[in-house]
């Protein structure tokens, strides 16, 4: 089992910038990919980005294309996601999944962080 702990949250103007962390323990020895999804009230789990934990290959969501970068620290089992250029639209819960292959799908993640609170005011 893996243990996931996400940080970084917070309230922030438009225009402005975070970093999220997404600390991975347990066995990771077969974390394959961690990702990053966001979920804003009334909707669906949406997802933003993942990173292959090994090679680094990453994939990120049509609406974040551009403006965020997922990478990680494999020295400390750590992936960030930095958010640039941040819109009201992003604000979410921001949850950190892991998963043994690349997939954009949230089906395909089977442990998953508490989640952290990020707020974009206009």
């Known amino acids: 089992q893996v243990q996931l702990i996400e940080s970084g949250g917070g309230l922030v103007q438009a225009g402005g910038s975070l970093r999220l962390s997404c600390a991975a323990s347990g066995r990771t020895i077969g974390l394959g990919a961690l990702g990053w999804f966001r979920q804003a009230p009334g909707k669906e789990r949406e997802f933003v980005a993942t990173?292959?934990?090994?090679?680094?290959?990453?994939r990120y969501g049509d609406s974040v294309k551009g403006r965020f970068t997922v990478y990680r620290d494999n020295a400390r089992n750590t992936v960030y996601l930095q958010m640039n250029s941040l819109k009201p639209e992003d604000t979410a819960v921001y949850y950190c999944?892991?998963?043994?292959?690349?997939?954009?799908?949230?089906?395909?993640?089977?442990?998953w962080g508490q989640g952290t609170q990020v707020t974009v005011s206009s």
């Open positions: 990173i292959m934990r090994l090679s680094g290959i990453t």
């Open positions: 999944a892991a998963t043994t292959f690349l997939s954009t799908s949230a089906n395909d993640y089977n442990n």
